[in-house]
Nanobody, 129 residues
Framework: QVQLVESGGGSVQAGGSLRLSCAVSGYSYRRNCMGWFRQPPGKEREGVAAIVTGVGNTYYADSVKGRFTISQDSAKNTVYLQMNSLKPEDTAMYYC??????????????????????WGQGTQVTVSS
């Protein structure tokens, strides 16, 4: 059974930092696509960042480039999202997702939800001004 468990969310003031973690179990971790998505209140879900595990290619939404960093720890089967210089507009429920490849994401240049078949329950991030 595939499980993706997010942690690390919380409340922070604008300009602050948070690191989200996604622990993966029951899923082949190597050479797959791991992504982070978010859904702000009252808005649609949007891609934030993605990484090809084992290879390291990364993809980011324009809104987070230069502020967020996605990384992996293969030994721990965990993917991280380091979020710096947080803004109130970053407030959202953040979800971890897994898929067999990042082909659509690579073509689009930004995480594409259609290629992710497994999703976590989410962790809330709230940024106050």
């Amino acid at each position: 059974q595939v499980q993706l468990v997010e942690s690390g969310g919380g409340s922070v003031q604008a300009g602050g930092s948070l690191r989200l973690s996604c622990a993966v179990s029951g899923y082949s971790y190597r050479r797959n696509c791991m992504g982070w998505f978010r859904q702000p209140p009252g808005k649609e879900r949007e891609g934030v960042a993605a990484i090809v595990t084992g290879v390291g290619n990364t993809y980011y939404a324009d809104s987070v480039k230069g502020r967020f960093t996605i990384s992996q720890d293969s030994a721990k089967n965990t993917v991280y999202l380091q979020m710096n210089s947080l803004k109130p507009e970053d407030t959202a429920m953040y979800y971890c997702a897994a898929g067999p490849n990042c082909w659509r994401t690579a073509a689009a240049g930004t995480p594409t939800s259609a290629e992710f078949g497994y999703w976590g329950q989410g962790t809330q991030v709230t940024v106050s001004s």
